[in-house]
């Protein structure tokens, strides 16, 4: 888990050099299809890094977790992403991040295995949820950084 936590950080290091140079304008329009703009994207991992902090937890915790499933439409509706600055966000999402990193580094070796059942998806152990979890939000940097090269 060590590793996965310093590809974390390293990944968001290069995602503030990348990005923090946009504007609000820019991350305002739709970048995907679908309509969602680079600002609901990043909300979006937000709200990833958010529900992934409670299943880490709650992991490490519990012989088993058992959490729902995420509604991203509506999450990323109803907190409204969309009103704030791009500045503040990606500034969220980064913290948050580091956060996650040092979680992950200290996951006893005992605890990687932990079966973590998410919604209706096939069961994943911790330490393929926060593998998993990395995948995630690589994917939707990429989609950020597709639309900063168009």
Request: aromatic letters at 8%.
């Amino acid at each position: 888990m060590i590793e996965l936590s310093k590809r974390l950080v390293e990944l968001v290091s290069r995602t503030e050099r990348d990005f923090a140079g946009l504007r609000d304008a820019e991350t305002s329009q739709p970048a995907i299809s679908g309509g969602w703009s680079r600002k609901q994207i990043l909300g979006h991992l937000i709200d990833s890094a958010s529900n992934n902090h409670q299943r880490f937890v709650r992991a490490l915790l519990q012989d088993e977790l058992h959490w729902p499933s995420y509604e991203q439409q509506g999450c990323v509706r109803v907190q409204r992403y969309q009103e704030l600055s791009w500045s503040d966000l990606l500034g969220l999402w980064a913290s948050y991040n580091r956060f996650l990193a040092h979680i992950l580094a200290g996951v006893p070796e005992a605890k990687r295995a932990t079966p973590c059942f998410i919604g209706q998806n096939p069961l994943l152990t911790l330490e393929e949820l926060a593998a998993d979890y990395l995948v995630h939000t690589q994917h939707h940097l990429e989609q950020l950084a597709a639309k900063s090269r168009t």
